[in-house]
């Protein structure tokens, strides 16, 4: 009897040390992967939203996919800083 309160006990806390980490790692993706534990804690220490991230030279970012979409007239426009630009 002793030995299944103990082992269940120990399967209990187990489960509560791990599963926060694979809650979150689904949350984020990262160069269109889900994030490891690792990357996790990176954007977590930094407040980040849980969505899509990307990592390159500069740093990691946020992939801005809600970006609005232009209405123009025939003018041909383009981002550059997330700032939409005209001709």
């Not at 809650?23 to 269109?32: C, F, K």
């Not at 690792?38 to 969505?51: D, H, I």
């Not at 500069?58 to 800083?81: F, M, N, Q």
Request: charged share 15%; with cysteine; glycine share 6%.
């Amino acid at each position: 009897m002793k030995s299944t309160f103990l082992a269940l006990a120990i399967a209990t806390a187990a489960l509560n040390v791990f599963a926060p980490a694979i809650g979150y790692a689904q949350d984020y993706v990262v160069n269109g992967h889900n994030a490891s534990k690792a990357e996790v804690q990176f954007l977590a220490s930094y407040s980040a939203p849980a969505g899509q991230w990307q990592s390159d030279g500069y740093g990691i970012s946020r992939v801005a996919d809600e970006r609005p979409v232009a209405k123009t007239t025939g003018a041909k426009c383009w981002y550059v800083l997330d700032v939409l630009l005209c001709d």
